[in-house]
C-alpha cells in the first residue's frame, strides 16, 4: 500500500527506539583433528581454551558472564526446530533491561525450546513445549522466539508477579510491543501455564516505565500502599510553557511525585542539581519523595513513606500551578510501532515479531 507523502515524512520523524546495541560474544569452535577449523584435542585440553560442551571450546579469555556470551554458549547443541525464548530471546532484540538477571540480582538461565530430548547444561533450562514456526525468528544467527511468546514464557518461568511486570515494562520501553498488542496476543493462546499470572501483570503494566526501579516502586505505590496508579515519565510545564520536570512518577489527583536515585545521582555536581529540581516543583505545588537503592526493598517502610507524603500533600493545599504537554504533542507507542514498519525503519521489528493489534483492541486497563 502506498502511503501518502505526509505519512512517510511523519515516520521519519520518530525518535529511535531505546534498544541495546547489537550482542558481542565469541561464537565456540568444534574441536578439529586436523588442526584447521579448531584446536586439535590434546590443544584444547591446555590452558588457553575451556569446553563449554562435547567437543567445543572456547578461548580462555571468552567472557564467561555477558548475557550473550551466555546465550551463544547455552545454544551450542541445540536440537534441530529448537530456539532460544523468554528473558535471552528478548535480550537479543535489544531489551536494554532485560539481562538474565532478576530485580535481586538472582542469575536465570537460558531457556530453550527443544523438541524431543535434551539435557541442558549448567546455566540453561529447557522445555519441550509446542513451538509453532511462525513463533520462531533469527537474531544474530541464533533461532529465537518472536516478542510475544518470549515474553510469555518469561513470565512464565519467573513465576512473580513483579518480576513479571517489570519483564513486560522493560519490553514496553524498549518498544518491542505495546500493551494493546500484548493484550490481543494473550487473548489468543490457549490455556496453559503462567497465562492467568501474565495477564495479571498485564493489567499492571504501563508504558513509559524506563527502569525496573521505576517499576517497583510504582508497584510499592499500588499494591502495598494502595493508592491509585501514578504516571509514568510525563513531561511537566510551567503556565508559561517552559518545561518544569519529568518525574518518574508522579501522582496529579494528590499532587505527588516520586523518583528513584540510583548511584548516578549520588555524585555532588548531580544531586545539587536534583535538590534544585525538588524546589523547583515544591514552588509549582508538587510535593517530592525520593527513593535510593536498597529502600524498596521494605515495602512495608516504603509504603509507610509514600502514604504520609500523599497526607502531607493533601493538608498543605497547595496550588497547583503545572500543566501538561498539549494534547497530541506526543506519538502513542503503538503509533511510534506503526509508524517504524511502515516505512520499513531500521528500528522496526519484522511482522512476524511483532504483528500489528486487530482492530477495535484496546488495553487491558
Known sequence: MQLPPEA?????????????????????????????????RGQSRSKRWRPVAAGWVLPSEAPTQQPGQRIIEAVIGLPDGGAVTAWASLHLAGAEFVDGTTTS??????????????????????????????????????????????????????????????????VLHAELTSLARFGAYLAGVPRRRGLRLARRALALAVEGSESPRETLMRLVWVLDAGLPPPLSNRTLWTPRRRFLARPDLLSPEAGVVAEYDGAFHLATSRRRIDITREERLRNHGLECITFVAGQLQDRESSARRMLAVVARAGSARRAQVWRFAPSGSEWSLDRRLELRASVRSPYAVTARDNPPAPPRVTSPR
Open 8 to 40: 512517510v515524512h511523519e515516520a521519519f520523524l520518530v525518535p529511535p527506539a531505546p534498544r541495546l546495541p547489537p550482542p558481542r560474544f565469541v561464537v565456540p569452535v568444534h574441536v578439529d583433528p586436523a588442526g584447521v577449523a579448531g584446536p586439535t
Open 105 to 170: 540480582g538472582e542469575s536465570l538461565p537460558v531457556h530453550l525450546l527443544a523438541p524431543g530430548f535434551h539435557r541442558p547444561r549448567p546455566g540453561s533450562s529447557w522445555s519441550s513445549a509446542a513451538l509453532a514456526e511462525d513463533e520462531v525468528v533469527m537474531r544474530h544467527g541464533i533461532r529465537c522466539t518472536n516478542i510475544h511468546r518470549a515474553l510469555l514464557d518469561a513470565i512464565c518461568t519467573l513465576g512473580d508477579l513483579r518480576e513479571a511486570v517489570v519483564i513486560i515494562d522493560m
